[in-house]
């Protein structure tokens, strides 16, 4: 192996003093590029915390210097623990939101709004509200989602009394028709 093909580490630049911000360049892909290697541990609970106050994952990583969103698909692919932790961040995420719902309604209306104005202030709300009720019902449907009853009262069935039932009600209309000659 020559010296060209041994991965040296270089560091990124580093906007402030946050090491969640920082990675390192010292792995190279199948084209011989270097790729970034990220401080994942300090990543993860920044992002983990933001989705539980309710942001979405591409908002919570829109930050200098953080992985690209299919990065952090990888990786969470690669480490079923980080997935767990992950998928309950969501599920806070969905119980902000539907508790988010009654600040949304019992806000008062901005003052001097009138006519399209008013109208577009009422809209937007209404859109916020439909927009975190159905976040949260496709999140945490046992908890959100909409309830359809679909008990029965009636579960025993008689085979025999459905087939006699059955034969009747073809034999009824079997008596009305002429047979063709």
């Not at 599920?91 to 577009?120: F, K, M, N, T, V």
């Amino acid at each position: 192996m020559t010296i060209e093909h041994i991965p040296t580490p270089v560091q990124l630049p580093v906007q402030s003093g946050d090491s969640a911000k920082r990675a390192v360049l010292d792995q190279r892909d199948d084209w011989g590029y270097f790729q970034p290697v990220y401080d994942w541990p300090s990543i993860w609970p920044v992002v983990l915390r933001e989705i539980g106050n309710g942001s979405s994952l591409i908002s919570a990583i829109k930050k200098e210097g953080y992985p690209t969103y299919d990065a952090f698909q990888r990786h969470l692919r690669a480490h079923p623990e980080t997935k767990r932790l992950y998928e309950e961040a969501i599920e806070a995420r969905a119980d902000y939101l539907a508790e988010s719902l009654i600040d949304i309604s019992e806000e008062p209306i901005p003052e001097g709004l009138d006519g399209p104005y008013l109208s577009a202030w009422i809209n937007q709300m209404k859109i916020r509200i439909e927009t975190r009720k159905w976040t949260a019902a496709k999140l945490r449907p046992k908890s959100w989602g909409e309830k359809m009853d679909v008990s029965v009262t009636h579960t025993q069935i008689s085979i025999t009394t459905a087939l006699r039932e059955a034969e009747s009600r073809l034999l009824d209309n079997v008596s009305d028709i002429t047979p063709n000659e």
